[in-house]
């Protein structure tokens, strides 16, 4: 057997040459924060310290860290067969993870399209969407519409749809045309410190009437929103909004895509939030906890007629699209084993289950210091703090910061910290997270 390797960054390690996502390398060599080692609810750093994971990695590993079920399975896996080509031919995992996917997806979600990400499930779904409708005779229908503070990855559809400024800016010439955006749900002024979802702001949903107004539904593809927006702070659906959407989608022929990269495998209490909020789209985009974030892997889940009307082509393909790593067979063994355990474990109940807890653990920090917003669902919560006078972002980062060094990971997206656990979490470990993260806030002030 081959050693383990040690990671080790402060001897001999170079940190010059990995240009890292999303991060400020330079602000990252200066204090890095390295993981090595994952087991149950725990990572460990490279000095072997422990740290509370309050985030299940990035959304990803819902069933908690180091199953030797997914780890097992991948090993079965890539000593039988490491990969197979994923067109005109196929491999029995990815049929099999196919139905067990169609077996929990919303009615009529029956078919699904194998990506390796986020992003790639969200453009896919997007070239779906235009060739289904080209394919049913309505070629003009090549508008999206998105939706303010949407974040829907980082491929030029995936940002063209999105609605988070710094994702867009550097791209504005190169998006892709014919997008428009809804306006977003956040309504502090109102909503502030709701439990679940807000009461008021259901009629934001109307303006995408205005929208086909304006440019007539015969031009418009889809619109693409994720339930509850995660990546810009835990953004929760007002009451009745969703079924508003869904009602003037299928009005006007235009297909609803419900991005659930994050809401997707029991964050929020079902398996998927179409279930919880019993609204059932055309399509459905998913990543992450697909496979517990153990290898890439993304999936679109799309509706039967879809399918059908994109199969009737003189070949029976009519969308010229897909991945080298399709269905990736180390990747389906991983998520089969994935859903099992979410299955075996109740993991997707246990989020509901325990929806009251986590929400009263989390509100219970109402009154420190410039906390002007708690919101929560199934074990997703965000707290929405005042920016400090140093800009925007720094709060949030210092508490992210402090809670790292007090053993605890939490998310920071500007001044808003997201906790979202693995679905095995205790009410012991929920505590934890808070006092940790009360004693953070207090501290950065
Ligand atoms: N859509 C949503 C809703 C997401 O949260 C993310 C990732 N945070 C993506 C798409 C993109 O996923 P990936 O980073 O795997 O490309």
Not at 110 to 137: M, P
Not at 237 to 256: C, D, N, Q, S, V
Not at 272 to 282: E, G, L, N
Request: aromatic share 8%; charged share 20%; with cysteine.
């Amino acid at each position: 057997m081959t050693d383990i390797p040690t990671y080790k960054h402060n001897d001999t390690q170079t940190l010059e040459n990995y240009w890292m996502p999303f991060t400020a390398n330079r602000q990252f060599k200066a204090n890095p924060r390295m993981l090595a080692e994952a087991e149950g609810m725990y990572y460990k750093d490279t000095s072997g310290r422990a740290i509370l994971d309050g985030t299940a990695g990035l959304w990803c590993c819902n069933a908690g860290h180091g199953r030797k079920e997914i780890s097992e399975a991948v090993s079965r896996q890539i000593n039988k067969m490491d990969y197979a080509p994923s067109f005109q031919m196929g491999h029995p995992l990815a049929f099999e993870l196919a139905e067990r996917l169609a077996n929990i997806s919303p009615q009529g979600l029956n078919k699904v399209f194998f990506t390796n990400s986020g992003s790639e499930s969200v453009d896919s779904a997007l070239k779906i969407a235009i060739n289904y409708h080209r394919a049913n005779g309505e070629a003009t229908r090549t508008r999206f519409i998105g939706r303010e503070l949407g974040y829907h990855g980082v491929g030029f559809g995936g940002i063209s749809v999105g609605g988070i400024g710094g994702n867009r800016k550097t791209f504005s010439q190169q998006l892709l045309p014919g997008v428009d955006h809804l306006p977003h749900t956040l309504d502090m002024q109102n909503n502030a410190f709701t439990r679940g979802m807000p009461k008021t702001g259901a009629e934001k949903a109307d303006v995408l009437e205005q929208l086909v107004a304006l440019h007539g539904a015969e031009n418009i593809a889809a619109v693409i929103v994720e339930p509850m927006s995660g990546s810009a702070g835990v953004i929760l659906p007002p009451e009745g909004y969703l079924k508003r959407l869904r009602a003037i989608t299928k009005k006007h022929g235009i297909l609803l895509i419900f991005d659930e990269v994050i809401t997707g495998f029991g964050r929020v209490g079902d398996a998927f939030a179409s279930q919880r909020w019993d609204v059932t789209p055309d399509m459905i985009t998913t990543a992450k906890a697909l496979n517990n974030g153990a290898i890439p892997m993304g999936a679109v889940l799309i509706d039967d007629d879809i399918y059908d009307a994109c199969m009737q082509g003189p070949e029976g393909i009519e969308l010229f699209h897909g991945y080298t790593y399709s269905g990736h067979p180390v990747a389906a063994a991983a998520a089969i084993a994935s859903l099992n355990i979410y299955e075996n474990e109740k993991l997707f109940e246990r989020s509901k289950e325990l929806e009251g807890y986590f929400e009263d653990a989390i509100h219970s920090l109402k009154g420190l210091p410039n906390i002007i917003d708690i919101r929560n669902i199934g074990l997703v919560g965000g707290i929405q703090f005042s920016p400090s006078e140093k800009g925007v972002g720094k709060r949030g980062f210092g508490i992210f910061e402090t809670c790292f060094d007090k053993g605890t990971l939490v998310r920071a997206t500007a001044d808003i910290i997201a906790i979202s656990p693995p679905l095995i979490v205790s009410k012991q470990e929920i505590d934890q997270i808070v006092n940790t993260l009360s004693d953070a806030i207090r501290a950065v002030g």
